[in-house]
């Protein structure tokens, strides 16, 4: 696990404002509030839930708010491991665009169906 980052002087919460896709201040003011209750100390912690279309950047904006709050570097979404794991992450295929080449990697190793 990484250490949190130390905080510099004279920034400002609302530099983070052009990186969430948040229509309106008390939306981004709910976001920053989750930030400060994700830093207290002890429980209840709060969940973020996020809504939206599909490709609004809900996952881009639950990782950004993620690496503030928490520094482990595990991914949102691992790759899948088997045949079957991937055609249920179908649907998200391309969030896995990056990583093709693996993918060609992981299918060689798959067993030949109905072979």
């Known amino acids: 696990m990484l250490p949190l ?3 510099a002087r ?43 279309e599909q490709g609004s950047a809900k996952s881009t904006a639950a990782a950004m708010l993620r690496a503030l709050v928490d520094p482990n570097t595990a991914p949102l979404r691992a790759l899948p491991r088997d045949e079957r794991n991937l055609s249920i992450a179908s649907v998200a295929l391309t969030a ?20």
């Not at 990583?99 to 190793?109: C, I, Q, T």
Request: charged letters at 10%; proline letters at 9%; hydrophobic letters at 50%.
């Open 5 to 7: 980052p130390v905080a």
């Open 10 to 52: 004279g920034g400002s919460i609302s530099a983070l404002r052009p990186f969430l896709n948040v229509r309106t201040t008390n939306d981004f003011v709910l976001a920053v509030a989750w930030l400060l209750a994700a830093l207290r100390n002890c429980g209840p912690y709060p969940v973020l839930v996020l809504s939206g």
């Open 96 to 115: 896995f665009a990056p990583f093709a080449s693996r993918f060609a990697a992981l299918k060689a190793k798959w067993p030949c169906q109905g072979r």
